[in-house]
Nanobody, 125 residues
């Protein structure tokens, strides 16, 4: 049974940091892209970042470039999203997802096969 389990969300003040983790299990993900999406209340889901488990190629949404860093640990089947300089507009439920897509495609939601249940990130003073 394939599972993606997110953790690390919480409440943080503006300017603060959080690290999200995505634990992958149930199959081999060596050739998959793992992506982070977020959905804020009343807004559409958007792709934040993704990484190739094969070669480490990455993609970032413009609004998080230079603030967020995605990384992987193939041996542990883990993907991380380090989020720095958080802003109130980063508040959302963050989901990780896995798909057989190229990172150059920006990991569209339609390309994702497996999804986690999400973790809530709230940025507020």
């Amino acid at each position: 049974q394939v599972q993606l389990v997110e953790s690390g969300g919480g409440l943080v003040q503006p300017g603060g940091s959080l690290r999200l983790s995505c634990a992958l299990s149930g199959r081999t993900f060596d050739y998959y892209a793992i992506a982070w999406f977020r959905q804020a209340p009343g807004k559409e889901r958007e792709g934040v970042s993704c990484i190739s488990m094969y070669d480490g190629d990455t993609y970032y949404l413009d609004s998080v470039q230079d603030r967020f860093t995605i990384s992987r640990d193939n041996a542990k089947n883990m993907v991380y999203l380090q989020m720095n300089s958080l802003k109130p507009e980063d508040t959302a439920v963050y989901f990780c997802a896995a798909g057989w897509v190229r990172v150059a495609s920006r990991c569209p939601p339609v390309g994702m096969t497996y999804w986690g249940k999400g973790t809530l990130v709230t940025v507020s003073s």
